[in-house]
């Protein structure tokens, strides 16, 4: 998975993300996107509505974007999970986020969707809740989820670029 070695991928005048710490509470790979659940980051999956944050790399324990983190187990004994990093998205900002294997971008501006495990898949607009856009042309032919770049969509819901109809 290693087309990216970063999640947040700028621009360079937002080189401040601002972030959520949250302990693992189940297997959380960079470039996922998650959710909070009794006060733990786990994956969205693809029927999560409401707030996200996408997992950055662990840079404070200097592991990469191959690196998960570290689940919650409640034991006994409790192991404790890792702390998570969970960039707050802004529309605005390049991120790089994970496609599952057999996922073909054809277009810029291709909108996508949550699918299972916090990865992102192709959205039909008008029925899926497009959550982002790429912003790169990629055939994931790899046998291995990628990351891809994206655009974070700052319209929320089904309607896509066009927004409400007016």
Do not use: C
């Amino acid at each position: 998975m290693g087309r990216y070695n970063r999640i947040h991928l700028g621009p360079a005048r937002k080189n401040d993300p601002q972030v959520r710490e949250a302990e693992a509470g189940g297997a959380v790979k960079p470039g996922t996107f998650v959710v909070l659940s009794s006060g733990r980051f786990v994956n969205a999956g693809a029927s999560t509505v409401g707030k996200i944050w996408l997992a950055q790399e662990n840079y404070l324990a200097m592991k990469g974007v191959n690196d998960a983190y570290k689940a919650y187990a409640a034991g006994p004994p409790v192991v404790h999970g890792d702390t998570v990093l969970g960039l707050e998205l802004q529309d605005d900002t390049q991120y790089a986020a994970v496609i599952a294997t057999g996922t073909n971008i054809t277009a810029v501006g291709t909108p996508l969707k949550l699918a299972s495990g916090g990865k992102l898949a192709i959205a039909t607009p008008g029925t899926d809740n497009i959550v982002a856009f790429a912003d790169e042309v990629f055939n994931n032919n790899t046998g291995a989820d990628q990351l891809i770049r994206i655009r974070v969509s700052g319209i929320p819901g089904a309607q896509g670029p066009q927004g409400t109809p007016g």
